[in-house]
């Protein structure tokens, strides 16, 4: 049944639908009515959960550990600095193999104060071996949350996700969204039962102190695990199809790039965007292309190779950026793109910072700048963009 | 595709009126999109929201530059913000506005559609009396301006995002379809 919501209630839904056992939250803007609206899904008794109101996002987490080692299915929700409050519990989660699944509405970081979009709070994250899964829609949001946690759960994989969504641009906006069956995504996603947990009456060590002669072999094999998790989320998306009839586009998503002289890549709502600007220049009579990084972790190595030994050019827009270097978006697809025998021309484009607004006359500029750079190379790799002050103008 | 901005005031229910508008155009078949600017969120600072509805589906996630249609939910915005900004050629504007009252000096290149929101919302006891919520009423007055979304769907919608009174906020809607009219400059 479609349904007209935000991208918050249609996270709300994913975990519902995916019958998390044990939800455990703190409120920041702009995740809150996530939680508002799951805590009156288990109070209602829609959802059969316990509800877990925490004191902070550090404790948040620390209660999923909790409640998922002793074997239950656990979701929260989070944005921005509550984020980077659980990164020390992050690592946890991954380490001891807990397919937590958890939404991060994505929110630029203060100072100065900003409560909009921008990917920095996650990408801060990546190295905590989360998988991670950037939306272009509300129905993907709900989609990837079930489709998360029977990634996650497989016993090859074994790690938990982060489903990120644009703050305000997903989140508070409404736009339809079909509502699966019940039953269905039940067949679709078995009740969670991990190979250990925590029981009475059966004594195990969790989280132990391992020697330097067993901690690497730990490490290894959380590797494999994300390394699994590639074709594990292929297979899953193919079953997801069967089961819904609805996909978005594996990894990395193509967009018109199989004719393509230059490409976009980027992740989030700015994808869907560029989507109509793709068409608009096409019709223009311009070959250009859009790749969506869709996961960013496991990155989409061979995809993206792949594309770049068939292009001339690649424009990378990063909504975040890693001062000292680039935006990571920009220097994992160049890093993928390196052994390529004929490598394109390739330059990053920081846009939309702390919810500044990437429109369509934006994306086609940029769009114009690498088809120049991409037959004369680039002068400067990396570009800010519609900055004040700066002498090109965007607008 | 049909672009709408809303301008009103924390408090007056400017975002609910752009859900309402969004779900009303789905209920008549279109694919829609509605979102918010918060600035402050703030009782009586300025709020602007935003609604899109299509018979294609709508990919874009950029804000609204030019708008077919405004609505004005306090017309105190009037002054001190540019409620016309990007407005199409031939666009059309609601405002809220007490009628009888005379119109501040507005160009000639638009339509005007006005409706006293705020008396009728009072009148069904929405909200207060000092602070009525007058986005229902409003919206009654969108479907008088709108040929294209019918007051049906419209009362439809207000029923599934009122939290209460729901009757009395239905019934606001369809007096100011009634009382709506096109202003003469």
Known sequence: ?395 | MIEVRFHGRGGQGVVVASEVLAKAAFKMGFEVSSFPFFGVERRGAPVTAFARFDERPIRIKSSIYEPDYVVVLDNSLLRGVDILEGLKPGGKVLINYPAGKRLPELPQRFKYYLIDATSIAAAHGIGSQTAPIVNTAIMGGFAKMCEMVALEPILESIREVAPVKEEENVAAAKEAYERTIEATL
């Open chain 1, 1 to 395: 049944m479609r349904e007209v919501m935000t991208g918050n209630y249609a996270s709300a839904y994913g975990a519902k639908l995916a019958r998390a056992e044990v939800i455990a939250a703190y409120p920041i803007t702009p995740q809150t009515s996530i939680v508002e609206k799951l805590a009156d899904f288990v109070a209602t008794g829609e959802l059969k959960a316990q509800f877990i109101p925490v004191e902070s996002e550090h404790s948040a987490m620390a209660a999923c550990i909790a409640a998922q080692t002793a074997g239950a299915r656990t979701y929260t929700a989070t944005s921005s600095h509550g984020l980077a409050l659980m990164h020390e519990v992050l690592t946890w989660a991954s380490g001891a193999r807990l397919p937590i699944v958890m939404t991060n509405v994505s929110r630029a970081m203060a100072p100065p104060w900003s409560v909009w979009v921008d990917h920095m709070d996650s990408i801060a994250q990546r190295d905590t071996g989360w998988l991670q899964f950037y939306c272009q829609s509300n129905q993907e949001v709900l989609d990837t949350i079930i489709m998360a946690y029977k990634v996650c759960e497989s016993s090859g994989v074994m790690l938990p996700a982060m489903v990120v969504m644009d703050a305000f641009i997903l989140s508070h906006t409404s736009e339809p969204v079909d509502i699966p069956d019940q039953a269905l995504v039940d067949s679709f996603l078995p009740p969670y039962s991990p190979d250990l947990k925590i029981e009475v009456g059966k004594p195990m060590g969790f989280g132990s102190l391992v020697k330097p002669d067993q901690y690497m072999e730990f490490r290894y094999k959380a590797m494999l695990g994300m390394k699994a998790s590639r074709d594990r989320f292929l297979r899953v998306e193919q079953e997801f199809k069967n089961i819904f009839g609805r996909e978005h586009g594996g990894l990395l998503e193509r967009y018109q790039c199989d004719d393509a002289d230059v490409v976009l890549v980027a992740a989030g709502s700015v994808a869907a965007t560029a989507k109509d600007v793709v068409d608009s220049m096409r019709a223009k009579g311009h070959r250009v292309g859009l790749a969506r990084i869709r996961s960013f972790r496991p990155f989409p190595h061979d995809e993206v190779r792949a594309l770049a030994g068939k292009v001339e050019g690649i424009a990378v827009l990063d909504r975040s950026y890693t001062f000292g270097a680039a935006g990571a978006m920009f220097t994992e697809t160049k890093a993928s793109a390196y052994s390529v025998q004929k490598r394109p021309v390739m330059k990053n484009y920081i846009a939309g910072l702390g919810g500044r607004d990437i429109t369509p006359r934006i994306l086609e500029k940029i769009f114009e700048d690498i088809q120049v750079v991409s037959k004369r190379g680039a002068e400067d790799e990396v570009e800010w963009v519609d900055v004040a002050g700066l002498p090109r103008r965007w607008r």
